[in-house]
């Protein structure tokens, strides 16, 4: 099976600032990657597939980028909204997993 | 509006079986991929298995091989997830997911609220 290691697992940050996720993946998935974002209590939501193609209704300040085993996810001026937790997954090969996931607190 | 719905998560007991069904609505459920994630308690994400609009379910997560089995019903739009055997490991949240395919691979769209199931004696 494919690991997907997501660094770092909690990220202290304040409304406004620039924020970047890394997921390493253990061999290569091209672009066949997706993130999610989580709220206490809810499903994951679906943010970025393919790596870096934006899902509809997702703001613009959430990207994504990265190819074979290295990704990001960037988002670029923090709203209150976004403090959750952040997983990323593979779909390139089964069964399909996902990263340990990153806090993303006040 | 896409809309998924967990169904036949309770408490049982170790060795037990249990199957969990989620009803699909607001698309054409017959021409997606569906998808189990089960959730430990304050844990990650786990992918169980994925089942194809032709009902062929791909590899299960070894955690659950032989244990768990996944079928869908296009005329109910149905997703099932029959499972065995269960372990006090199993407690966790099981999603059901809409799959969309893109350049012959599937990520998953639309989540469901989740369905509780706890293995306990």
């Known amino acids: 099976d494919i690991q997907m290691a997501q660094s770092p697992a909690t990220l202290s940050a304040s409304e406004g600032d620039r924020v970047t996720i890394t997921c390493r993946a253990s061999q290569s998935i091209s672009s066949w990657l997706a993130w999610y974002q989580q709220k206490p209590g809810k499903a994951p939501k679906l943010l970025i597939y393919k790596a870096s193609s934006l899902e509809s209704g997702v703001p613009s300040r959430f990207s994504g980028s990265g190819s074979g085993t290295e990704f990001t996810l960037t988002i670029s001026s923090l709203q209150p909204d976004d403090f959750a937790t952040y997983y990323c997954?593979?779909?390139?090969?089964?069964?399909?997993?996902f990263g340990q996931g990153t806090k993303l607190e006040i | 509006e896409v809309q998924l719905l967990e169904s036949g998560g309770t408490l049982v007991q170790p060795g037990g079986s249990l199957r969990l069904s989620c009803a699909a609505s607001g698309f054409a459920f017959s021409n997606y991929a569906m998808t189990w994630v089960r959730q430990a308690p304050g844990k990650g994400l786990e992918c169980l298995s994925m089942?194809?609009?032709?009902?062929?379910?791909?590899p299960y997560v070894d955690s659950v091989k032989g244990r768990f089995t996944i079928s869908r019903d296009n005329s109910k739009s149905a997703l099932y997830l029959q499972m065995n055997s269960l372990r006090v490991e199993d407690t966790a949240i099981y999603y059901c997911?809409?799959?969309?395919?893109?350049?012959?691979?599937?990520?998953?769209?639309?989540w469901g609220p989740g369905t509780l199931v706890t293995v306990s004696s």
């Open positions: 997911a809409k799959g969309t395919m893109v350049s012959g691979r599937h990520f998953f769209d639309y």
């Open positions: 089942v194809g609009v032709n009902g062929a379910a791909t």
């Open positions: 997954q593979q779909y390139n090969s089964y069964p399909y997993t």
